[in-house]
């Protein structure tokens, strides 16, 4: 079965301190892969995108990166967060042809 | 440019009435256009979705039409329930496969 994790799905931290969120699919191979983050009570805004092992593109240029180190796994970094980096961070793959699916997302709160 | 315009933003309805939802694209090149519901705290759903080569699909109490003439694609949900109420976001993908979203229509479904 084709199957999106995420973790973790909550997340409280420091402002300045790092931030690592993983997602993992199962179920197909070289999937289009994808990071959005959603402010409360706002809109999916696309932050990253993969669609290949090693091939990243930013949407928005900002003190987040991402990685893909393996077919399946996709990940979100920062190296400091700031306050404004609060938010529901969603990631999502495309198995087929053209249906994107969600992960049940994780919600960071900076203090 | 990849633009989707949401209409209206916000909507209330008396339950067993219809909803209706518009968005408007600019990429003349799309052709799958998926919708998905947001329930407060989880992650979008895909509800329906529509390609090119047709004009409407429906599914029980929901459906999607599409005039790629006008760039225009829209929403129904007819016979409305309460746990119809959520944010709906209209998207297509682009020719760079990103989906391009709408900016979300929160649904209220009164009873």
């Known amino acids: 079965s084709q199957t999106i994790h995420q973790w973790p799905a909550t997340l409280v931290q420091p402002v300045g301190s790092p931030l690592s969120l993983e997602c993992t699919v199962e179920?197909?191979?070289?999937?289009?892969l994808y990071w959005y983050r959603q402010a409360a009570g706002r809109g999916l805004q696309l932050l990253f995108y993969?669609?290949?092992?090693?091939?990243i593109s930013s949407e928005v240029p900002q003190n987040l990166s991402a990685s893909r180190p393996q077919d399946r796994q996709f990940i979100l970094s920062s190296k400091k967060l700031l306050l404004s980096d609060s938010g529901f961070y969603l990631c999502?793959?495309?198995?087929?042809?053209?249906?994107?699916?969600f992960g049940p997302g994780t919600r960071l709160t900076v203090l | 440019g990849e633009n989707v315009e949401q209409h209206p933003s916000t909507l209330s309805v008396q339950e067993g009435d219809s909803a209706v939802i518009k968005c408007t694209y600019s990429?003349?090149?799309?052709?799958?256009f998926p919708w998905y519901k947001q329930e407060l705290g989880k992650r979008p759903q895909l509800i329906i979705d529509?390609?090119?080569?047709?004009g409407e699909k429906k599914d029980q109490r929901i459906a999607v039409t599409l005039n790629k003439t006008a760039k225009h694609f829209s929403l129904h949900i007819t016979e409305t329930q309460p746990e119809d109420s959520a944010v709906y976001f209209c998207?297509?993908?682009?020719?760079?496969?990103?989906?391009?979203f709408g900016t979300g229509t929160r649904l209220k479904v009164l009873a």
């Open positions: 999502a793959w495309k198995p087929r042809v053209n249906e994107q699916f």
């Open positions: 179920g197909t191979s070289n999937p289009n």
């Open positions: 993969s669609v290949g092992i090693g091939q």
């Open positions: 990429d003349s090149a799309s052709n799958y």
């Open positions: 529509i390609r090119s080569n047709v």
């Open positions: 998207a297509y993908l682009s020719r760079t496969y990103k989906y391009i």
